[in-house]
């Protein structure tokens, strides 16, 4: 190969087009074709893969099942003009957000694109784009049920099953439809006073960031619950509660303890992870848990929880986020949509409550 048959002078000025032009080079670097519709003569992404096989040739990398996933979904992006965050969203990310068990409907993840149980990447935030923090793997059937809806939509289908009207299931239970609600509502900003009456009825999927304090109090606590020595740990997180509050905790605690008392003595991780979460389904846990939120109120929460991450008293490493930077990346301010040179600034994105931290991740066992 010589040098100078290469013109990289000429790469695509078109954001679209460079975008797609990159996409063809990354599946030439790790020996891939690009699918036949997108190989057309003159498509960025051709002219990327035949750039990038005149330069890696047979010098390529291993193109494992988490770079054959990133890859799709940046020409998802791509055709649907969506953003996606490429420095944090990387084969190795995807990795870690993998699951084998969907977290909407508890069922195992498995079997051919586009069959229910098939595992996709789902963005629970819809007005972001792909970016680290609110992408989360869902069943293909949780996917289809939840068809971009938001936090608000789930909640309110939620409200209408409760009272008996089974219109739109959409082949999710009444508990299903709990469990994705709870999801989209970590990664949309809530009213303290609204956040608080949410049961932890899901606990955020491995790097999805908790965008409201009192639920990352309620994630932090129950994490606890899942490593030996929580009842210490939950005295220390007592410690940092005002003196007013710490009777109401440890009446809040004297209702999760009884059930946490009857699990089994080494339940398997996925297990003990819907064990916690059924916890919150407990009415006397509820009744007090919900005046407990509301008496600490939003900023004596979000303290509570950095100084709880910093304590490590959840039992695995937190991170809290500062408020801009939780959601950074995530072009909320365009809808999620890839901005165009000279397009207007829109100012739809979802406001953070002033000072919100934002604790990020959760894996099987806790916060991480």
Partial sequence: MHQSTLDLDTLPADHADRTGFDIGWDHAHHGLVPMAELLLAGTPVRQGWLAGKAVFGRRTLTASRHVRLWLQLRIDAW???LAFETLQVTPHYLAQIDTTVCPVTRQPLGGVAGSPTAPVVERLQAEAGYAAGHLAVFSQAASSARAGCSA??????????????????DGLGLAEWRRLAVLLSFVTPTHHADASRLPLAALPPNRVRVLNAVQGLQTLVTSTLAKAGWSTRLRALADLLPADLRQDFFLFIGAL???????????????QRQLMEDLWADARVQRRWHPLALALGAERAERLVARAAEAGLGGQRALVHERDAATEGWGLDNRGLVRRPGATRRSTRPALPRGTPAVAGAASAGLR
């Fill in 257 to 271: 303890a009884p059930r946490v008392m009857e699990w089994p003595q080494f339940p398997l991780p996925m297990l």
């Fill in 79 to 81: 055709r649907q003009g």
């Fill in 152 to 169: 608000a939509e789930a909640l309110a289908k939620v409200q209408r099953l409760e009272i008996g009207d089974i219109d739109g299931l």
